[in-house]
């Protein structure tokens, strides 16, 4: 993505340290707090304080990989009390990172859990959009709102390009200059798994490079997109993969990838 940010701030607010390209959201709250809702934005996972930090280098079915990983307790009292440990892993022979999440709930009893895995590519003009769906109204819907909290000047001009999207997804497909992506358009999209039970979205540049993510329907069966591009900040979240709610067990692990 294209940040205001040159580094992080400090700030736990999600808007006021708002630069990394991947940030994990929830686990007791996600989303775009109506107002009614007291949770932050995205839940407060995304810049939480983690209390330790590894990096861990070695080899498995001989190949090298390093892998960066942390531990963020979440303490609420007589409320919630989980263990988030994330990791990160690039082996020697891939270009692709592998990214989990593994929530423990550390309570004797249930934990309502809500995920998103939220990446921030870098969007470039006439990049292409290739994914692992139905291109219909039905499958890509697009979100006719705009929340509170994104600011523009070109409303009207964004909400008419959204109503031509509800029939139209692949409008969105080509990532063309003019497209009105100010401040965001936002899609949610029903994914179809491969044999191998993988879900794939690919941004594919003019210089013939791509972003590329591949998650699992059956962990995280909601794929969001949002697009975003402003004058000074721009980002292309190509696939979002989330899941609304569940029920965790007591101290039973949850495990993310893509």
């Not at 498995?60 to 390093?66: A, F, L, N």
């Not at 309502?112 to 959009?129: C, I, R, S, T, V």
Request: include cysteine.
């Amino acid at each position: 993505m294209r940040s205001i940010f040159d580094e992080p701030t400090g700030s736990r607010d999600y808007l006021e340290n708002y630069g990394g390209f991947l940030l994990h959201c929830g686990a007791t709250a996600m989303g775009v707090p109506s107002a009614s809702d007291t949770h932050p934005l995205h839940g407060e996972l995304p810049n939480a304080p983690y209390r330790s930090a590894v990096i861990v280098a070695g080899e498995r079915d001989g190949v090298d990989y390093v892998s960066v990983s942390g531990r963020y307790e979440h303490k609420v009292a007589f409320n919630v009390h989980y263990l988030a440990e994330p990791t990160i892993t690039l082996e020697s022979d891939s270009s692709v990172v592998d990214v989990e999440m593994k929530i423990e709930n550390l309570r004797g009893e249930t934990m309502p859990l809500m995920y998103m895995m939220h990446m921030n590519h870098k969007p470039e003009d006439d990049a292409e959009l290739y994914y692992s769906a139905p291109k219909t109204g039905e499958a890509v819907r697009v979100h006719n709102s705009v929340p509170g909290h994104m600011k523009s000047e070109r409303i009207e001009d964004l909400k008419a390009f959204m109503d031509r999207l509800e029939s139209q997804p692949g409008l969105h497909h080509t990532l063309s200059a003019d497209l009105p992506l100010d401040p965001e358009v936002v899609f949610s999209i029903d994914y179809e798994a491969d044999a191998d039970g993988w879900a794939h979205t690919l941004m594919r540049y003019v210089d013939g490079q791509a972003a590329y993510v591949s998650h699992r329907p059956d962990e995280l069966p909601v794929g969001i997109r949002w697009l975003s591009r402003k004058a000074d900040e721009e980002a292309a979240g190509i696939v979002l993969p989330q899941r609304l709610r569940s029920t965790m067990a007591l101290r039973r692990s949850s495990k993310r990838g893509t």
